[in-house]
């Protein structure tokens, strides 16, 4: 022991400097520490955990993402139940409130003035976090108020929530509060989710809900959950005196290391109340989060005590909302667009209204369950609902003004696009075109082609898509590959030079790895993430279309679903086709070989075998395999056994790990091009 003595103080001086960095930067939202120092840091830790696993703890930085995906949540009955609050809708049903718990408190002997805390109530999921002797050791959901789900190995990719407290001498403490998506990474989600042909969440606390019971903690990590603590309840030492309001619980709160919002208010009067909900009102748009009230509390412990719960609210807590925007409109059309997926999407279009700050005049009515379900009639008096970012939906049918000679609405038995007939398969609410040659999903799956995370064709506008269908240019995502200057400049607007432009970036999308193909091809379930994973485990086309339904589910992260949907996608002779056709193409259908060296071989990278994952400071991914190419090292796409070296840069994931799993080696830019004597 005494031998890794110095190892083991390093080691704790680089957590130490970490989780304060990572407390800088995700609590106090205030950096502290260059990104680049920050991974230099974390490296060196992860290395000398690598070689004295024994001194790996479970509150360690380099332990948020865990290794396996759960296979299902485990119920777990709440210490103290959940409860949820009483809502008011304005200041007068405020006042009620107010009045109720007087009367209870002191019926005959009147209370003087009294502290509130008003805390604006963030739109996300209630989370109950265990720590015992100041380390994470469990994160439920709220779920029913007294089950909720063990869902530990996602809360601890939350980097908000920190892994151990600052504060010694509680043997076991419970923290509460909300995690939510902020409404960038929300938007960023729900187009990505749009990519892959999957239904978007609807707004930012399904998001949040949804992402918490992945079963893929590596999922959780990327999504950037956040979290604002704002309750404890100590046990298992005497906490009189550690907090006595809910405004010193709030001050405790931070002091340990949690986030707390900082935009909570000590009022002395319901009135002060009233103005901070007034003033929110407004302001809450201009918030990175999404909020829907405001929660009023009394600020003394001692006087919570007193009033205690009734069945399923505390007595002492109030929430008081905030209307979300609705207004009336008329439904004037009732569209239906079909998707990539061939999926049919019914929309009411609108007279234009004001809501949010926004014009809206049209709103998804998502499938034709939710048609029927709210009986929407071309002509019918509807309200309309946006909030903040939230994509707008129609939330119900005023039927009294409902005009006398209106017909339920009904799905179309065709396509409206290619007019031929659509299928709706039992126990799903999509209605589909399944002709694989409808003009629609073909412009749906040449935009997905070209589109940034996939083939990243430069040029390739929507428009110039349907003036490619439109004027039969191409039937495929392979006829574009065809196409020349002469055939182009038959189109509107398209000069000779655009022409040549367009050519040539078509061309270098061949260089476009197997794992942008694979993605490219649209297949259902397969964003850019699983074509990723699929790509690393099936390293050519051929092994992937010849692999066995399990074969595919056996790849980390990818369940039955998405690998049903491969295995099928790849029995369809249409598919088939088309993969032959690119395979003519030279298109990249494999995990690139290394290319023979071409420069002079470095004895210390010669014979060697690189990845390179994550984002480099300096170097793209790709210079820095064309370096280590050229000085005779081999790179390949996915880590195993035979890997030497893994470059890392910033926001490395699978491999990252992988690689730790398996003791490789790993470097920085720096290193490697300290190896490469650059
Ligand atoms: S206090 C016993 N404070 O709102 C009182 N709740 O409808 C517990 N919420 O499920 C709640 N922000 O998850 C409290 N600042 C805040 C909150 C908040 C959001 C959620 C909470 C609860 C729901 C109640």
């Known amino acids: 022991m005494t031998q890794i003595q110095p190892e083991m103080k390093r080691i704790e001086e680089l957590r130490q400097l970490l989780k304060q960095a990572s407390y800088a930067y995700y609590v106090l939202d205030a950096p502290t520490m260059e990104d680049t120092v920050y991974d230099r840091l974390y490296r060196e830790l992860q290395e000398l955990e690598i070689k004295y696993p024994e001194l790996v703890t479970a509150d360690s930085p380099t332990q948020r993402v865990g290794e396996r995906p759960a296979t299902h949540f485990t119920s777990v009955r709440h210490n103290i139940p959940l409860y949820s609050l009483e809502n008011a809708f304005n200041v007068e049903e405020l006042q009620n409130w107010e009045q109720r718990w007087r009367r209870q408190l002191t019926p005959s002997n009147p209370l003087g003035d009294v502290e509130y805390v008003a805390e604006l109530k963030i739109d996300g999921a209630a989370l109950a976090l265990t720590y015992e002797n100041g380390v994470l050791v469990r994160g439920v959901t709220r779920g029913d108020g007294v089950m909720g789900e063990d869902i530990t190995q996602n809360v601890r990719t939350i980097r908000s929530i920190p892994l151990s407290l600052n504060f010694d001498g509680i043997e076991k403490i419970e923290v509460r509060g909300e995690t939510f998506l902020p409404l960038e990474v929300f938007k960023q989600i729900n187009q990505e989710r749009q990519k892959a042909g999957e239904q978007v969440f609807a707004n930012p606390r399904n998001a949040a809900a949804g992402t918490l019971r992945q079963l893929d903690p590596r999922i959780v990590a990327r999504r950037r959950l956040d979290f604002f603590a704002y309750t404890l309840h100590i046990s298992g030492m005497d906490d009189a005196g550690i907090a006595n309001t809910q405004w010193e619980a709030l001050e405790l709160l931070q002091k340990m290391g949690f986030?707390?919002?900082?935009?909570?208010?000590?009022?002395?009067?319901?009135?002060?109340?009233?103005?901070?909900?007034?003033?929110?009102?407004?302001?809450?748009?201009?918030?990175?989060?999404?909020?829907?009230?405001?929660v009023v509390k009394l600020n003394s412990f001692k006087l919570q005590e007193q009033l205690g719960f009734t069945q399923k609210f505390p007595r002492w807590a109030v929430a008081l909302k905030y209307a979300a925007e609705e207004?009336?409109?008329?439904?004037?059309?009732?569209?239906v667009n079909v998707g990539r997926t061939g999926a049919l999407t019914p929309l009411a279009e609108m007279l234009p209204v004001q809501l949010a700050g926004t014009t809206v005049s049209r709103a998804t009515l998502h499938n034709s369950d939710r048609i029927a379900q709210l009986d929407i009639r071309i002509g019918d008096t509807v309200i309309v609902r946006k909030a903040g970012?939230?994509?707008?939906?129609?939330?119900?049918?005023?039927?009294?003004?409902?005009?006398?000679?209106?017909?339920?609405?009904?799905?179309?038995t065709h396509c409206p696009v290619c007019g031929q007939p659509v299928v709706r398969e039992s126990g799903e609410a999509v209605t589909r075109c399944v002709n694989a040659s409808c003009a629609a999903i073909l412009k749906g799956e040449i935009e997905h082609w070209v589109s940034r995370d996939a083939l990243d064709i430069k040029g390739m506008g929507e428009k110039l898509v349907h003036q490619l269908v439109d004027k039969e240019l191409v039937h495929s995502v392979a006829d574009l590959y065809d196409l020349t200057t002469e055939r182009l400049c038959v189109l509107e607007r398209m000069g000779q030079k655009l022409a040549e432009k367009l050519v040539s970036a078509i061309a270098l999308s061949k260089n476009k790895p197997w794992s942008r193909v694979l993605y490219g091809l649209g297949i259902r379930h397969v964003g850019s993430v699983n074509a990723q994973l699929l790509t690393e485990k099936f390293t050519t086309v051929e092994l992937l279309a010849a692999a066995k339904q399990?074969?595919?589910?056996?790849?980390?992260?990818?369940?039955?679903?998405?690998?049903?949907?491969?295995?099928?996608?790849?029995?369809?002779?249409?598919?088939?086709?088309?993969?032959?056709?690119?395979q003519v193409l030279e298109l990249q259908l494999a995990t690139t070989e290394a290319p023979k060296a071409v420069g002079v071989n470095n004895p210390n990278i010669a014979g060697k075998i690189f990845v390179v994952t994550g984002t480099l400071p300096t170097l793209k991914r790709d210079e820095a395999k064309e370096l280590i190419q050229q000085a005779g090292g081999k790179v390949t796409d996915s880590v195993s056994k035979k890997t030497d070296f893994l470059v890392v840069g910033a926001d490395a994931g699978s491999k990252l790990e992988k690689a730790q799993t398996l003791g490789i080696a790993q470097l920085s830019e720096a290193q490697l091009l300290e190896l490469l004597g650059e």
């Open 550 to 582: 399990s074969d595919i589910e056996g790849v980390y992260g990818i369940g039955a679903e998405i690998a049903q949907s491969v295995y099928d996608w790849f029995r369809t002779p249409a598919n088939q086709t088309l993969i032959s056709r690119l």
């Open 259 to 294: 986030r707390v919002n900082l935009q909570h208010k000590l009022c002395h009067s319901l009135a002060e109340v009233g103005e901070y909900y007034q003033y929110w009102d407004t302001e809450r748009l201009n918030l990175p989060y999404m909020t829907d009230g405001v």
């Open 389 to 412: 970012e939230i994509i707008p939906e129609v939330v119900r049918v005023i039927t009294e003004l409902r005009p006398s000679d209106t017909q339920p609405f009904v799905m179309p």
């Open 327 to 335: 207004a009336p409109t008329r439904v004037e059309k009732i569209t």
